[in-house]
């Protein structure tokens, strides 16, 4: 049983990766969660900012980008060898290597999870994207640190040690949850009207019918006695979706998505919670 009351934050190891529409943000603000809940369950698990802030014993963390999770898996069981071989990446970084990595078709786990890592801390803003084959088409970046000064790879490990990690769809994850489970679900913020920036999603769209699957998933699950947050676009269209049954909180944020400082204005997200305190009494 998890007591969010209780979470040591000096304990808890930052996020590996960078993740556009990650949730940093939102664990720096704060945000609802049950007081006690037996297990978190994150359909669309990205960065993982909520499971690494809340350190859980038992998670579920699923998603249906396959090389995303083949990461998550070898970081949980070869963290060791991981961090050797983006040592090699470390060792090697360039323009030209990053090209030659960008290319490469890689078999086994432990070299796709090295280029993916490698991938993610060099090319631009960390964005994932790839094209209609499936290849990811990101340029290079400006940073050139692949490995970070006192990163514990084997810390990653063993926070992930209680996790069930899953390449599925969410609708699956969130049709196996019920009382006890702490459903925070991320997806891409797709809206009715216009396809914005967040809808290219592994090598397909995810669209608004997903945004109303989804919505039908999540209320099962509250049916079940599953507590739940959802993050999502603050547009007309999430709200009308999440009218009945959930509350809803507009948050304000910066946005990280252009590319310089400047560019970056603020900008808000909608909170939908299901069988949660009222947003904002988390201590």
């Known amino acids: 049983m998890i007591e969010t009351q209780q979470i040591i934050r000096t304990a808890t190891p930052p996020p590996f990766l960078k993740w556009a529409g990650g949730k940093r ?3 720096s603000r704060g945000f609802p969660a049950p ?13 993982a900012a909520i499971f690494f802030s809340l350190l859980p014993e038992r998670a579920i963390l699923a998603d249906v980008n396959q090389d995303l999770i083949n990461l998550y898996r070898v970081i949980r069981d070869s963290p060791v060898e ?13 323009r030209d290597h990053y090209y030659a990595v960008r290319k490469q078709v890689i078999g086994d786990d432990l070299g796709r999870a090295a280029r993916m890592l490698y991938l993610n801390r060099t090319c631009w803003n ?14 290079i970046g ?12 084997e810390l990653y490990s063993k926070a992930l040690s209680g996790a069930e990690i899953a390449c ?6 969130i049709d196996a949850c019920g009382h006890g489970d702490f459903l925070f ?8 009207h216009n ?9 397909t769209i995810f669209s608004w019918d997903d945004q109303v699957r989804l919505a039908a998933a999540l209320r099962r699950a509250g049916s079940r006695g599953a507590a739940v947050l959802v993050t999502n676009a603050d547009h007309e269209s999430l709200r009308e979706l999440y009218r009945d049954d959930f509350t809803y909180t507009s948050v304000e944020r910066q946005s990280i998505l252009a590319g310089s400082a400047a560019h970056r204005g603020g900008t808000t997200e909608a909170l939908f919670a299901l069988n949660l305190t009222p947003i904002g009494s988390r201590a």
């Open 25 to 27: 943000w939102l664990v």
């Open 35 to 47: 007081p006690t809940f037996d297990r978190l369950v994150e359909p669309f698990v990205g960065s």
């Open 82 to 94: 991981l961090q050797a071989m983006l040592r090699r990446h470390h060792d090697e970084h360039s």
């Open 126 to 139: 960390g964005l994932y994207r790839v094209n209609r084959l499936g290849e990811f088409n990101v340029p």
């Open 142 to 153: 400006t940073k050139t640190t692949v490995l970070i000064e006192g990163e514990d790879f």
């Open 168 to 173: 599925q769809d969410f609708e699956t994850t």
């Open 185 to 192: 679900v991320d997806p891409p913020y797709t809206v009715k």
């Open 195 to 203: 396809m914005n920036g967040f809808v290219k999603y592994n090598e």
